[in-house]
């Protein structure tokens, strides 16, 4: 039966401790393999046969992909840092709080102990939390593999649901997100008020300056194929006067930007005109105007 949860299929098995080890294996079983890290979205899939890979590369034992630093004007996050280690990191929380604004709403406890941000990220879904913020926040993403690394900005990896920029023989190494002057607003909406799965989210990153909006950006997710960072927000309200009128125009710009579609948890009509509620939510409180 489709969608049934069976014991694992069989795979082999192998258990990383380097970097180097890792893209040595990718290099040589390429779409025959998966990465594991915190296992909280890939067993499942196995189970239910969406994917049955031979093989398994366990980096969850590999630490050059966990740790959070500060690198000049950057902040560095390895792509198998667990969720609740940056949440509760001081560096995240004093840097680029919306982060860990946005972690804070995802999951469980226990779920935010085994998942990793860069499983978060590679899974590629458009209700993917971490996405928004780090949209917002100006993220790229560093791309390695046995021929070296790139440099990707986040807001050209993503390609649909569960696609992205990755190439088979790549592993995501880290995230690198500018830190940037703001104030940030992360709102989600789904069947409870946090952990679970969002039917719609919207985060915001902007400054202002002189009453004017200097730079703007927001970005959504579970409303299109995949995160959306919108572009006409952000020069459609350069410059422009913070005020009720140009919060109710960003709203109703991301009402037109979506792509939403009806499932068991909304229809596409509801996840539109929430897409809009959630974004002039946001902006009011960057803004320092009354939720």
Same mark, same amino acid.
């Given at each position: ?8 299929? /069989? ?21 025959? =393999? ?36 500060? /690198? ?52 590629? *879904?458009?209700?993917?939390?971490? =996405? ?135 229809? =596409?009509?509801?996840? /539109?005109?929430? *897409?809009?509620?959630?974004?002039? /939510? ?10």
């Amino acid at each position: 039966m489709e969608g049934e949860i069976r014991p694992l299929p /069989r795979f082999e098995y192998f258990s990383a401790r380097s970097v180097k080890e890792v893209v040595s294996l990718t290099e040589q079983y390429r779409e025959e =393999a998966r990465l594991l890290a915190g296992g909280t979205d890939l067993l499942v899939w196995m189970k239910k046969r969406v994917v049955c890979p031979r093989v398994i590369i366990d980096i969850s034992a590999v630490p050059e992909l966990a740790f959070i630093e500060k /690198r000049g004007e950057d902040l560095h996050i390895g792509a198998g840092t667990t969720l609740n280690a940056i949440r509760k990191s001081e560096l995240v929380n004093t840097e680029i709080p919306l982060l860990a604004e946005a972690i804070g709403y995802m999951a469980c406890q226990q779920i935010r102990n085994k998942g990793t941000i860069g499983g978060n990220i590679c899974s590629a *879904s458009p209700a993917a939390d971490t =996405a928004p913020p780090l949209l917002v926040l100006g993220a790229s993403i560093s791309l390695a593999s046995a021929k070296g690394e790139r440099v990707v900005p986040l807001s050209e990896f993503f390609l649909g649901p569960g696609k992205t920029l990755k190439e088979p023989d790549e592993i995501l190494r880290e995230i690198i997100i500018p830190i940037r002057q703001g104030r940030g607003a992360f709102l989600k909406l789904g069947r409870r008020k946090s952990f679970t799965l969002s039917i719609v989210s919207v985060a915001a990153f902007g400054t202002i300056e002189n009453g004017r909006f200097e730079d703007l950006k927001v970005a959504a997710g579970a409303v299109a194929p995949k995160p959306l960072l919108s572009i006409k927000v952000r020069e459609e309200l350069k410059g422009v006067s913070v005020n009720e009128e140009a919060v109710d125009r960003a709203a109703e710009m991301i009402k037109k930007e979506v792509d939403p579609i009806t499932d068991i948890r909304a229809s =596409a009509e509801y996840r /539109r005109e929430m *897409s809009g509620v959630l974004t002039k /939510r946001a902006l009011r409180k960057i803004c320092g105007m009354e939720v």
